[in-house]
């Protein structure tokens, strides 16, 4: 026995976090999936196996529908202006400037925020902040609260998410291009390289694996987005900033129906799954 686990004692510790992922995770993803075929209210346990019909109705359900609209918006404004904004942003703070330190801490400052009391303050300066700036300066579209339009709203949500989200792509990104061998880059100085031909053809190259990583983060924030939609607007005007994740949790425990909202949280991590993949081969690809 002695001799049995002197051999074997490293798979304990193996063992501890595959059963633990196995209880939290893959159990309740199997039966989330499984209940999204029922009619489940989550109240008894009670239901009735409805096959495909949560599905269907998924294809005539208005708010449905408005969720994929603002979600896939979210995830796109997401992923480009982080990556764009994160490279803009890393570029100037790899520069030789003065208070470089301060600089990177002060960007990198939203990134050790709680998304919720970051969307809580926000809510206070839109509501009443620039109302109160508009009426000042005499700007109309200031004048009334941005969340009160549909439009307005989406700008907001995305300006709030945004404002949190390129504070680690900045660093991601800063971490890329100081790994450049100084030399290549003192060497395409010599060549008579210009900054835009040394971002294009150096710079960017070195980047690609920050920008895979970097999208990888912007997806999942944009399609799992719950916490700072919910303070901010709380999907709202007129469900114009539902997004997927707090339409889930709006049919589950608002109306007590746990096996839809299964079914769009399995929708949803379709999505997620295919995405990614189709991301990590064109990365690969250009890698190579």
Do not use: C, H
């Amino acid at each position: 026995m002695k001799s049995f686990i002197n051999k074997y004692w490293g798979w304990v510790f193996l063992a501890v976090p595959l059963i633990l992922q196995a209880v939290f995770f893959y159990f309740p993803m199997f039966q989330g999936a499984f209940y999204s075929f029922t009619n489940w209210t989550g109240l008894t346990y009670n239901f009735d196996f409805v096959g495909v019909n949560n599905y269907k109705i998924l294809m005539t359900d208005t708010k449905f529908m408005k969720a994929i609209g603002f979600t896939l918006i979210l995830t796109v404004a997401m992923i480009v202006g982080e990556i764009m904004l994160g490279i803009l942003i890393a570029r100037a703070l790899n520069s030789k400037i003065k208070g470089r330190t301060f600089f990177r801490a002060w960007f990198f400052f939203p990134a050790v925020l709680s998304g919720l009391t970051i969307s809580l303050i926000f809510k206070q300066v839109f509501n009443y902040g620039l109302p109160a700036i508009g009426n000042a300066l005499n700007i109309p579209f200031l004048q009334e609260s941005l969340l009160g339009t549909g439009t307005g709203a989406i700008l907001s949500a995305i300006f709030v998410m945004l404002w949190q989200g390129v504070a680690m792509p900045i660093i991601l990104f800063l971490a890329g291009l100081q790994s450049i061998p100084s030399e290549i880059v003192e060497a395409a100085a010599i060549d008579g390289a210009n900054n835009r031909q040394t971002f294009w053809q150096i710079e960017l190259p070195y980047l690609i694996p920050s920008i895979s990583m970097v999208f990888i983060m912007a997806l999942k924030g944009g399609l799992t987005a719950f916490d700072q939609i919910f303070a901010l607007t709380g999907g709202g005007p007129d469900n114009a900033t539902t997004s997927l994740g707090l339409l889930v949790y709006n049919y589950a425990f608002k109306s007590n129906q746990y096996g839809y909202a299964n079914a769009i949280a399995l929708i949803l991590f379709i999505i997620i799954g295919v995405v990614s993949i189709l991301q990590i081969k064109l990365s690969n690809k250009y890698q190579v």
